[in-house]
C-alpha cells in the first residue's frame, strides 16, 4: 500500500537517450512534484502540478516535460539525456499546500 | 527569494548524546517548516512541521520550535540512537502556496557512533 510510488527505481542508460520516470499516488492527493537531488544530496523543484496548472522552475532544461494522464500519476520524460542529468529523482504529491508525501526515489545514471 | 541554511556535517555523536542541528530561514511570505529525514538508500520521510509561529513540532523523539523572532527551526532530540543515523533536511513551503515547492537546506548528514 505504497502512497506515492515510482518506477523504475535505477535506470542506467547511455547519453542522448530518451526515457521515462513514472510516479503514481494513492493519497487522493491534487498536486504533484519532481524533485531532483543532485551527487551531494541538495533537492531543487523541478515541477509542481495540479488539474489547473504546471508550474516550471526556469532552471530547468526544456529537454524533460512532466505528463500527467490522469491526478493520480505524474510521468517525468526526458529527452537527450546528458551525462549532467544523472541523479536522484524524487516525485512527492500533497493537497493543495499541505505536506508533501515523497516516493522512494528513482536513480538515474547516464554513462 | 527564499532560502534555508542548516549545519552541513558530518555531524558525528555518541550514542545516547544530545543532538541539535541548526536551521534557519529566510521566506517573503509566511511559511511552514518542516524536517525531512533520508535513511540510507531510501526516499525523503516527513519527521515533523510546523505551520504557525511557536508551534512545536514534535515526532520520535525529535522535536523542533518554529521561531519567527530568529527564524529558525533547530532540531533537538535529548539522547539519540545508533538508528538515527541518516541525513536530516530542513525545508520550507511559503504561505503564497504550494505551487512552487519545497525549498530545502542542503541536509545533514548525522552518524550516531555505539
Redesign the interface.
Known sequence: DTAVSQTPKYLVTQMGNDKSIKCEQNLGHD?M?W?KQDS??????MF?Y?NK?L?I?ETVPNRFSPKSPDKAHLNLHINSLELGDSAVY?C?S?Q??????????TRLTVL | GDSVTQMEGPVTLSEEAFLTINCTYTATGYP?L?W?V?YPG?????LL?ATKADDKGSNKGFEATYRKETTSFHLEKGSVQVSDSA?Y?CAL?DSG????????G??T?LIIQP
Open positions: 498536486t512534484y524533485y551531494k544530496k541538495f533537492l531543487k523543484i509542481s495540479n496548472e508550474i522552475n524524487f512527492a500533497s493543495a499546500s499541505d505536506t508533501q508525501y515523497f516516493g522512494p526515489g | 511552514s518542516f525531512y533520508q531510501e526516499g525523503l520521510q516527513l512541521k541525513v533536511f513551503i502556496g504550494g505551487a512552487d515547492g519545497l525549498t530545502f542542503k541536509g548528514h
